[in-house]
């Protein structure tokens, strides 16, 4: 068990840019979390997956932004032209579908946008 | 909407005792969380709870009161290493298993 990792660790581009982050959950989890965090604040919720289906998307995932998960193991996240509000520290987490449901992160990717 | 408050930052020396409290206001309950989250690194679980009591795990404790909102977090026999931010979460409606609302964070900073 290797937990869940995220590539890359840090992405530096300029506004305009897309692009696109990597998550690989635990192996034997099914659900999948995109979270994000900025500085001083708990992470934010972006979006979650149950194998390959997405079940929720929270309304602050704008149009600009698309997660898949297509085997229902590693995930993405793009975002199409990067603004300067979307430096973040962006956040996957995996669980098994379970009661208390706890939530393993990875370490994240922070996207810095210039 | 849901609303989950804890202080800012607390400190306090090492082998002392801390308490982190958190207060929620949300739309149904279905358990709150704690995560330790040291400075660049990935949040990690620490408790659980659903049920109104005292969770025990060694040198952390956490405790909720469903009816009052409220839980807060022991830290006994503090070490260097406990400074760090930590998260208090909230799982509201059931039809939102993957969705919890974290508060800021509380940074402790332990002195020695």
């Known amino acids: 068990d290797t937990g869940v990792s995220q590539d890359p660790r840090h992405k530096i581009t300029k506004r305009g840019q897309n692009v696109t982050f990597r998550c690989d959950p635990i192996s034997e989890h099914n659900r999948l979390y995109w979270y994000r965090q900025t500085l001083g604040q708990g992470p934010e919720f972006l979006t979650y997956f149950q194998n390959e289906a997405q079940l929720e998307k929270s309304r602050l995932l704008s149009d600009r932004f698309s997660a898949e998960r297509p085997k229902g193991s590693f995930s993405t996240l793009e975002i199409q032209r990067t603004e300067q509000g979307d430096s973040a520290m962006y956040l996957c987490?995996?669980?098994?579908?379970?009661?208390?449901?706890?939530?393993?992160f990875g370490s994240g990717t922070q996207l810095s946008v210039l | 909407g849901q609303n989950i408050d804890q202080p800012t930052e607390m400190t306090a020396t090492e082998g002392a005792i801390v308490q982190i409290n958190c207060t929620y206001q949300t739309s149904g309950f279905n358990g709150l969380f704690w995560y330790q989250q040291h400075a660049g690194e990935a949040p990690t679980f620490l408790s659980y709870?659903?049920?109104?009591g005292l969770e025990e795990k060694g040198r952390f404790s956490s405790f909720l009161s469903r009816s009052k909102g409220y839980s807060y977090l022991l830290l006994k026999e503090l070490q260097m290493k406990d400074s760090a931010s930590y998260l208090c979460?909230?799982?509201?409606?059931?039809?939102?298993?993957?969705?919890?609302?974290f508060g800021a964070g509380t940074q402790v900073v332990v002195t020695p």
């Open positions: 709870n659903v049920l109104d």
């Open positions: 979460a909230v799982r509201g409606r059931t039809d939102s298993w993957g969705k919890l609302q």
């Open positions: 987490a995996s669980s098994f579908e379970s009661g208390n449901e706890k939530l393993f």
